[in-house]
């Protein structure tokens, strides 16, 4: 059962009619029962990637294109380190301490981690995609599945890619 969640930003359609549709810097909180408004988002895009809770995400790039990451904390949104490589209808998952940012239109394979303060380029995605979905808890481990394979709709891909990223430190004495 969903007790929590957040939504923000994205593509609004009056009356259903996608030819009028707009992007929006709407926030919406999920409380388990009831949505209500959260703070606005400051950059206004759609189809950004998504990671952390409703009181600690994270809206990464999108479609504009931006590198703009901002943090959410429950009720404002504020400007974070921006991501390496603009794009949007990319996959996400993890946390505003330790997120993964993958994939994304139209076709990018290349992966970007962050630990808190700043991303950097991590493993290339097996298959090229765009759309995916993102889970994981953490910038060290993730699942990547299904997504647009190609500028065809009907270019669907079934893969489901794991994403590790085992970091071993040692410590060396020198004498």
Known sequence: ????????????????????ATNTNVTLEYDGTNWTSGGNINTVSQRRGGAGTQTAAL??????????????????????PNVNTARGNAGASGTTTSALFFGGYPNIAHSETYNGSAW???????????????????????????????????????????????????TVTDS
């Open 59 to 80: 809206a990464i790039s999108g479609d504009v294109p931006t590198a703009n990451v901002e943090e959410y904390n429950g009720s404002s949104w504020t400007e974070g």
């Open 120 to 170: 950097t380029e991590g493993a290339n995605l097996g298959t090229a995609r765009y759309g995916m979905v993102g889970a994981g808890t953490s910038n060290t481990s993730a699942l990547a599945a299904g997504g647009g394979a190609g500028a065809d709709p009907a270019s669907a891909s079934a893969a489901t890619e794991e994403f590790s990223n085992i970091v071993i430190l040692k």
């Open 1 to 20: 059962i969903l007790t929590a969640g957040v939504i923000f930003g994205g593509q609004t359609a009056p009356g259903g009619d996608p030819g009028a």
